[in-house]
């Protein structure tokens, strides 16, 4: 990509169209990811061996109301994206697409992808939605476009009350568990392989998917090195 460059006051100036490409790149990455964890739980669904701990709730919300688990989903984090006014969160474009577009992705999946009985497919299903929820995870995150409803409400938490963010994380997910529970939604091994394993599997991908700070802002004045990029939930 060209790069236009001038002197002011003694700096190197230059503007970067490659800016845009840096842009493009990080909304590919949003989209990307924001599908994929909708699909990665349709997944996890369709394996019948235990889901992660906000779609136990989901489930169990749509067996009881007789919504598809997609439209449930849009709903519950629209409903928790209320709870950050009093919060006082402010959400980004990653936010508001969240809402929408796992969802969708959720729908468009489980409308392609059967109920399995053989316990020799449900194994490598449950395996495969645990791998591609953390790819997912890492990919959405690292595009820096704000967190998730479901993300924000535990870091206001954190925020306005001073308890830790481990505390308040593990509170919000077992109260949920347990409500999903008693509403119908699955708990098994899957949900526990979730448990153990979707940390390691977001940091790791947070690594494989960052996206290198963009070459400037307006005019950049190019003084030293660029410094690293900061990648936030």
Known sequence: MHRSTFTTGGHIVARYPA??????RRLSQLYAGLALYGASSALLVRSGLGLEPWNVLHQGLSERTGL?????LTITGALVLLLWIPLRQRPGLGTISNVLVIGAAMEATLAVVPDVDAMAVRVPLTAAGVVLNGAATG???AARFGPGPRDGLMTGLNRRTGVSVRLVRTAIEITVVVTGF???GTVGV???LYAVTIGPLAQLFLRVFAVPAAPGGSPVVATGPPR???LRP
């Open 68 to 72: 598809s688990m997609g439209v449930v």
């Open 182 to 184: 008693v509403l119908g």
């Open 190 to 192: 899957g949900t526990l």
């Open 19 to 24: 800016r845009h490409g840096h842009l493009a």
């Open 139 to 141: 990919l959405y995150i």
């Open 228 to 230: 690293r990029a900061i």
